[in-house]
Each structure stands twice: as C-alpha cells, then as structure tokens.
C-alpha cells in the first residue's frame, strides 16, 4: 500500500522560507514520478510541481516558478519542496503524491499523502 507522509508545514510570515518533506513506502520510490499539490480552504486542488525519478527534470506550476524547489533523495525514500519568499497566497495544505496528476483538476487518490498545512501571514 502505498503511504506518503508529509511534514514541515507550519506558520510562517510573507517572504520566509519553509521546506516540506515527503517520506514515502509501500512502493519502488526510485521509479516514481513525485509531484506536489496542494488545496486551499474552499478551492480546487493546483498542481503545484512534479519530478522525474532521476531528480533532474523539475517541472513548476507558473504560480510557485522561481520560489520553490522539488528535490527527492532516492536513498532515503523522501520527496521535497523547498518553499521560498512565500506569500499569503500560498497558504493551502500541501500534499505529497506519488505519479503524475491531471494539471487543471487534479483529483485525491489513493497515491496522496495526507498533507501538511502551510500557513503564510502576517
């Protein structure tokens, strides 16, 4: 079964920094393509950013392009999104997902974690 648990969300004000890990099992996390997404109270989910398995070909939502970093660690079994300059904006919880998702409407699956807050204000 597959499980993805994420963490490092939190509260944090306009500008600063924040990094979300993703500890994954109960699938070849080597051979997955990792993305981020996340829901904002009373929105649609957004794909945020996703990774090949290599690590070396990042793909970015226009919204987050230039302030955030996906970066997995095979060894470890870990996906992360480095969230810089962050805005009010993106407040919303974040979830981990193994595979790719359908980038307009992104639909919850069984390949999701169970996501962490991230919470940007002043």
């Known amino acids: 079964q597959v499980q993805l648990v994420e963490s490092g969300g939190g509260l944090v004000q306009p500008g600063e920094s924040l990094r979300l890990s993703c500890a994954a099992s109960?699938?070849?996390?080597?051979?997955?393509?990792m993305t981020w997404v996340r829901q904002a109270l009373g929105k649609e989910p957004e794909w945020v950013s996703d990774?090949?398995?290599?690590?070396?070909?990042?793909r970015y939502a226009d919204s987050v392009k230039g302030r955030f970093t996906i970066s997995r660690d095979n060894a470890k079994n870990t996906l992360y999104l480095q969230m810089d300059s962050l805005k009010p904006e993106d407040t919303a919880l974040y979830y981990c997902?193994?595979?790719?998702?359908?980038?307009?409407?992104?639909?919850?699956?069984?390949?999701w974690g169970q996501g962490t807050q991230v919470t940007v204000s002043s």
């Open positions: 990774l090949n398995t290599k690590g070396n070909s990042p």
């Open positions: 997902v193994k595979g790719l998702v359908f980038t307009p409407r992104p639909m919850k699956s069984d390949n």
């Open positions: 109960g699938f070849t996390f080597s051979t997955s393509i």
